[in-house]
C-alpha cells in the first residue's frame, strides 16, 4: 500500500509539472499572438499562419525557379551566379539550331532533340495506356465484386513504393538472368534481352511506369464514378439501356471532369519522367530511353563539363511545353462545357 501511494503522488507531480509546463508554453503563444494581433488586426492573421508555408514555398520552390531563369542566361561552370558571365540567349540558340527538327543528327544539340523525340513517343504511349488502364480498372472496382476492398488496395499499393525501388524490382526481373528469362528457359525458349535491345526496354519503360502510378488516378477515377447519382443508372435502366450505353451516355460524359484531371496529371507527370527510367535503363541502351529530364540531369550534374546554363535553358524550355499543353486541354475542357 505504501508503494501505491508512493507511485500515486510521483504521478501527480509528474502532471503538475507537465501541466505547469503546458500553461507556461500556452501563455506566451498567447501573449505573442495577441501582440501581433493588436498590431495587424484580425485580418491580418491568416497571413501569420500562412506565413511559414510562403517561406518554405520561396526557399525551396520559387527562389529556385527564379535562379533557373539566372542560370539560363548565362555560361560558364561556375556555380555562383555572380561568376558567370552573361550570355545572353546563346543556351536557347545552341539547344534549338537545327537544319531539320525532323533529323536529330542534323542539331547542334542532337542529344537534346533525341531526348525530345523520345518523351514524345514516351507521353502519346503511356498517357494514353495509362488513362485507359486507369479508366477500366476504376469501372471494375466501382462494381459489386467479391473482395472489393482488397483489390482496391493492391492496385494502390505500387503508388506507396519508391519509384527507384520499383525500378530496382523490375530491373532484376528482367535482367538477362533474372526471374522472367529464367522462366522463359525453364519453358524452353530462349532468353530476351530486355535491357539491351531498345524496343523492348521502351516498352518495358512504359509498362513500369503504368504499372507503378496507375493507382493513383484510378483513384481519382474511382471517386468521380462514386459521385454519379444511381438513379441515372436505374433511370436508364428502366429505359432498356444496355451497358455500352450507360457507358457512353451516362458514366463518360459524367466522369470527363475527373478525366481531364488525370490526363493532366498523367501528361505532366510523363513528360517529367526520370527516377524510374534513371534506375531501370540509366537512358540506354544508347539513347533508346534518354528523356528530356534525364538530359538536363547529365547537362547539369552528371557532365565533367556541368553546363548548368544549357540544362537549366532546357528546363525552361520543357515548362513552356508544359504549360502551353495544360492550356490548351484546359480550353478544350471549357468549349466542351460551353456547348453543354
Do not use: H
Not at 164 to 169: G, T
Amino acid at each position: 500500500m505504501t508503494v501505491q501511494a508512493s507511485g500515486k503522488s510521483i504521478k501527480d507531480v509528474f502532471d503538475q509539472i507537465s501541466t505547469a509546463i503546458l500553461n507556461f508554453f500556452v501563455s506566451i503563444l498567447d501573449w505573442i499572438f495577441g501582440t501581433l494581433q493588436r498590431w495587424i488586426g484580425i485580418g491580418g492573421m491568416p497571413y501569420v499562419f500562412v506565413l511559414p508555408n510562403l517561406l518554405i514555398f520561396g526557399i525551396f520552390i520559387l527562389f529556385p525557379m527564379l535562379l533557373n531563369f539566372v542560370y539560363a542566361f548565362t555560361g560558364g561552370i561556375d556555380f555562383f551566379p555572380d561568376q558567370r558571365p552573361f550570355v545572353g540567349t546563346a543556351n536557347f540558340e545552341q539547344l534549338l539550331t537545327c537544319e531539320s527538327f525532323l533529323d536529330p543528327n542534323t542539331c547542334r544539340e542532337d542529344l537534346f532533340w533525341r531526348a525530345i523525340f523520345n518523351t514524345a513517343g514516351y507521353v502519346v504511349f503511356q498517357v494514353a495506356l495509362m488513362v485507359v488502364a486507369s479508366l477500366v480498372t476504376a469501372v471494375v472496382l466501382n462494381r459489386k465484386i467479391k473482395a472489393r476492398g482488397f483489390f482496391r488496395s493492391v492496385y494502390f499499393y505500387p503508388v506507396l513504393l519508391s519509384p527507384i525501388v520499383v525500378a530496382l524490382i523490375w530491373k532484376w526481373v528482367l535482367q538477362e538472368n533474372g526471374l522472367f528469362n529464367g522462366i522463359l528457359v525453364a519453358l524452353g525458349s530462349d532468353k530476351i534481352p530486355f535491357l539491351v535491345d531498345a524496343q523492348w526496354a521502351r516498352f518495358w519503360v512504359v509498362v513500369i511506369s503504368v504499372w507503378a502510378f496507375m493507382g493513383f488516378y484510378t483513384l481519382i477515377l474511382l471517386a468521380g464514378l462514386q459521385a454519379i447519382p444511381a438513379d441515372l443508372y436505374e433511370a436508364a435502366s428502366i429505359d432498356g439501356a444496355n451497358n455500352w450505353n450507360t457507358f457512353f451516355k451516362i458514366t463518360l460524359p459524367l466522369l470527363m471532369p475527373s478525366m481531364v484531371v488525370v490526363l493532366v496529371l498523367s501528361l505532366i507527370r510523363a513528360v517529367q519522367i526520370f527516377d524510374v527510367v534513371f534506375a531501370f535503363t540509366g537512358g540506354g541502351p544508347g539513347t533508346a530511353t534518354l528523356y528530356l529530364v534525364q538530359y538536363i540531369y547529365s547537362k547539369g550534374f552528371a557532365s565533367p563539363s556541368r553546363q548548368f546554363g544549357l540544362a537549366a535553358a532546357a528546363s525552361l524550355i520543357m515548362a513552356g511545353v508544359l504549360i502551353v499543353l495544360t492550356l490548351v486541354q484546359q480550353a478544350a475542357r471549357g468549349e466542351e462545357e460551353g456547348v453543354r
